[in-house]
């Protein structure tokens, strides 16, 4: 297959571009250094070292494994650049991880707010009339995110939901309830996706993704400089990777709030195997299918318990804090996601282990020179002071 | 109350913008004449003749009521304008017309599509931080779209719908299933809106409203210069309003289709009543409200079919077409959306009548030398042909 990896420099898309060269299909990879540019602007990088563009990332990969990866370095938000890469590399499997993804990025003020959304809407637009124009026949695999629907109180089905009411039934999008301006722009984007099946007959799966932790895959293994990057700070940093940076430079897990906030996880090699079952098995014309992506529950209690006996058994003595929390977001919530489809095409799910943990030290340790402490606590509040004034009045 | 019109200048904004002022309100109208121009780009006019820019139509309002209608003429997208207006206008209640308005624009091709959608996320957006930061206690009151829901098989709730499944009960936002990429921006806001509501606690009432038709108000009837614009061109023309048009000068009422689509309809003196309403009831703190601001149903057979009986009484010779459906849409479907919270809160309908129709073919009549025949018939396809060809395939 051609497959176009639209954020092919990020933490899953270079690991995923590998990977389908490594399975022989014909591979190219877009990105404008978003999330690169983001961090250095505030000094910060990733704290796994990597090449310092994707050429060179391709030419690694070459050099080790022989395989060929494509590279545009450019915006999906300009036209002329993606509409020329579709006419010649023409893909048939288009993985679009290339969006601005932070939702503390998204709340800091209105201008990353609005920049979260222009780029995120209009970037999704432009890959829609690509393939309307171009390659109707191609699969979009869109990487959504759990957090669109929030925190209901009933069990959250995979896209769709049968409603009876008032003694009529039909099978509805699942009401969504994004919890930041990052997250409502992915709502925006699975609106827009829908539609364009609906309406021109594209094909594309939605991954509602959860969490995911991990540092190496079968491909950044065979080489240092085929590393993936690996964030830790508030803004791109999650939850799992976060602690286990806090447990190894001796800093307390900065839990926030209660820690009662329950969401679902994935190993980066569980990513990797869902992107290539969606791949094998594409939708029908027309079929807008969400896939709910990920293969355990856990509530940042439970994730810090776990960091935190995983510490003792190598010798770390690893404090649980409770911060004042910086989101707007139940902190005691119902949460039963259902997560079968992917399953069904045949995951065979890598379930968190105290020695997956215990790997992520080992890691962590080796370029533990390279943590940045001051970038790792919380800054952006989603409820600003002046908001926060007026309410309480 | 200090009334912000976002849209002054639209074919309901400045009917608003007089009805708040004659009510005695500090009004002030903002708007960038985007409509005048996407309309004069292709060399259309509104029918009805309105002067030629804002501080005109202030002007003649001043001279024949003595009220003041505060001008700026500018975009919402441009944050330093709108900062700046929040700043000095303070506005307590802000009324947001200020969109762009049209499904067959948004759909024409990738520009408008992206344009449509990056104007209304972006400005309402930047509605939403001034509220947030300048005016916190001030009542957003956004027009949506009936559109918005599309045509599911169950009753159409006002915004949330309770939903029982696996033995729990929430209740959730509606789901949603627009039928343009201009109803898909209008998704979006209400997502936007419902966040802001929740994480920053302002209170705002979502109007989904359906297809507006008339043209006169108490206001509007003073004097000729207070006049509203109407358009019944493809784009920016609503069912109604063109067809009443088609019925004076002798062209067949264009239906796309079977004609089973059926909408909510109400009269422009309506839509006042239901805005004067909201604002004098405001939600909560934090309250995100939706109305469904229709008074009546009418497939659009029946809607040709009252155009044709009008005619009758007045000699006119009413004959109807059906063209090919140039929209993705079902042509026949259960269609009962819930419409009573604004019943509850005091609006007394204008049902649609014979008598209202021959009063429209009047006013239609006097200007009937300014229609351009050649702007009433379809042109944009939610379906280009590239993509019906491959879909045939």
Redesign the interface.
Known sequence: MRVLILGGDGYLGWPTAMRFSARGHEVHVMDNYLRRRALSDVGKESLVPIPDSLPERAAAWKEVTGGHIGVTEGDICD?PTLERLFMTFRPEVIVHYGEMPSAPYSMRD?EH??FT??NN??NT??VL?AM??IT??AHLIKLGTMGEYGT????IEEGF?E????G???T???????G??YH?SK??DS??I??AC????LRATDLNQGVVYGIETDETALDPRLATRFDYDEAFGTALNRFCVQAVIGMPLTVYGKGGQTRGYLNIVDTLQCIELAALNPPN??EYRVFNQFTESFSLLELADAVVRAGREVGLDVEVDHLPNPR?EAEEH?YNPVHTKLLDLGLKPHYLSETLIESMFDAIRRHQDRVARDHILPETQ???R??ER??AR
């Open positions: 036209w209105r707010a609005v959304q222009y809407v209009v637009l432009n009339f309307r124009d109707p026949q209901p109180n009933i069990d939901i409603i009876n009411h008032k009529r039934t039909d509805l999008p699942f009401p969504k309830q994004p930041s301006l409502c709502v925006h609106v827009n829908h539609f609906r309406t021109w007959g014309e027309s707007s119902y989603w409820k600003p002046t908001a007026t309410t």
